[in-house]
T-cell receptor, first 112, second 116 residues
């Protein structure tokens, strides 16, 4: 069966520090991978998606970047965090168009 | 541009009664709709879906209705239980010229509270 792992669960980082959140999927090949953010009191905003190794599409301009170094690994990064980067970050995978997502358990990021 | 909207931020229902959560969309290219349930500090979990070729899909206590002409879908939960208390997100996707890559567009969510 397929599983998705996301870590860490919580993170408190000072403004200006770097960020690296990791997501891995098991039990499937060539999944579509997604990073979403839920800011306080808001819905789920798509940040990045990837349909293959090294292929990253950004949905909104921001202080973050994403990479997919391996088929089932998706990384969200920042060189210098801003206060506005605080939020709940979710990784998800799907088999493609017309299918729903399976989400990871999320990372609560607080930038102080 | 909010293509998927959930205009009710919250809904309070008595246990045993019906909960109706609503969702509107603007993009006529959407052809697949889903509902997700989310507890605090957890990732959303899939609840039920419907494709645009149907107008109703039922799974146990959960029924999703789709009105394509009105670009409106709703989730009915009958009977509601206290364990149903969570945030509910509707989501939509569409194969717009084959470039959607399975992206889901989510609404803002509705907080459902079911009182014992």
């Amino acid at each position: 069966s397929q599983t998705i792992h996301q870590w860490p669960a919580t993170l408190v980082q000072p403004v200006g520090s770097p960020l690296s959140l990791e997501c891995t999927v098991e039990g499937t090949s060539n999944p579509n991978l997604y990073w979403y953010r839920q800011a306080a009191g808001r819905g789920l905003q798509l940040l990045f998606y990837s349909v293959g190794i090294g292929q990253i599409s950004s949905e909104v301009p921001q202080n973050l970047s994403a990479s997919r170094p391996q088929d089932r690994q998706f990384i969200l990064s920042s060189k210098k965090l801003l206060l506005s980067d605080s939020g709940f970050y979710l990784c998800a995978w799907s088999v493609g168009a017309g299918y729903g997502y399976t989400f990871g358990s999320g990372t609560r990021l607080t930038v102080v | 541009d909010q293509q998927v909207k959930q205009n009710s931020p919250s809904l309070s229902v008595q246990e045993g009664r019906i909960s109706i959560l609503n969702c509107d969309y603007t993009n006529s290219m959407f052809d697949y709709f889903l509902w997700y349930k989310k507890y605090p500090a957890e990732g959303p979990t899939f609840l039920i879906s419907i494709s645009s070729i149907k107008d109703k899909n039922e799974d146990g206590r959960f029924t999703v209705f789709l009105n394509k002409s009105a670009k409106h879908l709703s989730l009915h939960i009958v009977p509601s239980q206290p364990g149903d208390s969570a945030v509910y997100f509707c989501a939509a996707s569409g194969n717009a010229g084959g470039t959607s890559y399975g992206k889901l567009t989510f609404g803002q969510g509705t907080i459902l509270t079911v009182h014992p």
